[in-house]
């Protein structure tokens, strides 16, 4: 089992940052790919980025890209989302995710193990 816990969300207005933060214990020798994913009131949940630890590949929905900026520390298990130019369609429910397989897909059903997610909210 991989137990995953995002820390890092709240409250910012339109234009701020926030960096979140998802570190995974247990069985991580597990987790190829460790993302990210959103969920917004009344709204399937959405991908928005992750990395691939076997060569440090990252990848990032076309409606975050060059705004938002997955990274990672393979040591520390963790990995983060640094978030700048925040919008209000931002506020969203984040949810760390991880899988085994080394193919990075955007479909939520094909990850293994979820975090209990963290609350984005982005003032207009």
């Known amino acids: 089992q991989v137990q995953l816990v995002e820390s890092g969300g709240g409250l910012v207005q339109a234009g701020g940052s926030l960096r979140l933060s998802c570190a995974a214990s247990?069985?991580?020798?597990?987790?190829?790919?460790m993302g990210w994913f959103r969920q917004a009131p009344g709204q399937e949940r959405e991908f928005v980025g992750a990395i691939r630890w076997s060569d440090g590949g990252t990848f990032h929905a076309d409606s975050v890209l060059g705004r938002f900026t997955i990274s990672g520390d393979n040591a520390k298990n963790t990995v983060y989302l640094q978030m700048n130019s925040l919008k209000p369609e931002d506020t969203a429910v984040y949810y760390c995710?991880?899988?085994?397989?080394?193919?990075?897909?955007?479909?939520?059903?094909?990850?293994?193990?979820w975090g209990q997610g963290t609350q984005v909210t982005v003032s207009s």
């Open positions: 247990g069985r991580t020798s597990s987790n190829n790919i």
């Open positions: 995710a991880a899988k085994g397989s080394i193919v990075v897909v955007t479909n939520s059903t094909l990850y293994n193990y």
